[in-house]
């Protein structure tokens, strides 16, 4: 099994800036797409960005230009650097990581990100 352990959260004034940060730990060899979803209240969780092994990152439309995802395999680590933090970006966000086949391996406890206006 894959453990994700997230940090990074926090609250932050709009157009701010946050970096999540997640270590992966236990079977990371079967670990291939890392990334974050996130769940604001009352709503289904939604990707928010994804990057495989080899460094190809999606984005979701509503944070692209915004937001970066990086990746450190020497680490087990993904980032995700936001900026121009709006108070829609206001969710938990919640670490995953795929394997090689594409099926889920494990989600993070998820680490909350309040955006004030």
């Known amino acids: 099994q894959v453990q994700l352990a997230e940090s990074g959260g926090g609250l932050v004034q709009a157009g701010g800036s946050l970096r999540l940060s997640c270590v992966a730990s236990?079977?990371?060899?079967?670990?291939?797409?890392m990334g974050w979803y996130r769940q604001a209240p009352g709503k289904q969780r939604e990707l928010v960005a994804g990057?495989?092994?080899?460094?190809?990152?999606n984005y979701a439309d509503s944070v692209k230009g915004r937001f970066t995802i990086s990746r450190d395999n020497a680490k087990n680590t993904v980032y995700l650097q936001m900026n121009s933090l709006k108070p829609e970006d206001t969710a938990v966000y919640y670490c995953?990581?795929?394997?090689?086949?594409?099926?889920?391996?494990?989600w993070g406890q998820g680490t909350q990100v309040t955006v004030s206006s």
């Open positions: 236990g079977s990371i060899f079967s670990i291939s797409t």
């Open positions: 995953y990581c795929n394997n090689r086949f594409g099926t889920l391996e494990s």
């Open positions: 990057i495989t092994s080899g460094g190809s990152a």
